[in-house]
């Protein structure tokens, strides 16, 4: 297909001329592209504030934040989704389901951390990863363990809301 050529400029009148995708840091050889997606500046306010990348948390706070979130979100798709979701017991079977499902997350990010996983490598959206996180094989396992404990808190501060939710209700209500 022949292309329509612009005479005033000698070049292609193309809109793949305005591109908006370019090779990371000016680089095509790293293998990453900035798009208007992750290279804008509300995406990486939004991925820098994260806990995982959030300068100045230490390691453990990182870890706990993480986790709490996972165990407060789990419990409710086991709670109100789940096999017993009908019954008196669904508040506790939903609990049970989370603490399991974190449990099993704990396992798969140790044995992540025993297979010698990488540095971690600045990016389009994080140009400064956090340097005391995510670095060895002991910060990931650090990691883990403080994952855990704020996946099982996070998923019982759920079940005592959703548990004493008409309480809760009564005071505001």
């Known amino acids: 297909m022949a292309q329509a050529v612009d005479a005033s400029k000698n070049l292609p009148s193309d809109p793949r001329n305005r591109e908006v995708v370019f090779p990371a840091f000016g680089d095509p050889q790293i293998g990453n592209l900035e798009t208007p997606i992750n290279a804008s500046p509300l995406s990486k306010w939004f991925i820098?504030?994260?806990?995982?990348?959030?300068?100045g948390l230490s390691a453990s706070r990182r870890a706990v934040e993480v986790g709490m979130a996972h165990g407060y979100f789990l419990f409710g798709p086991f709670a109100k989704l789940g096999p017993l979701r009908d019954t008196a017991n669904a508040n506790l079977a939903g609990l049970l389901g989370a603490i399991g499902l974190v449990v099993a997350l704990t396992g798969a990010l140790s044995l992540y951390a025993n297979s010698n996983p990488p540095k971690a490598l600045a990016s389009v959206t994080v140009p400064k990863p956090p340097v005391d996180a995510f670095n060895s094989?002991?910060?990931?396992?650090?990691?883990?363990?403080?994952?855990?404990?704020?996946?099982i808190g996070g998923a019982v501060v759920a079940y005592f809301l959703?548990?004493?939710?008409?309480?809760?209700?009564?005071?505001?209500?």
């Open 48 to 55: 820098n504030n994260l806990p995982a990348y959030r300068p």
């Open 137 to 151: 094989k002991e910060s990931w396992n650090d990691f883990a363990i403080y994952f855990l404990i704020g996946g």
């Open 162 to 173: 959703t548990s004493n939710l008409g309480l809760i209700q009564g005071l505001f209500g």
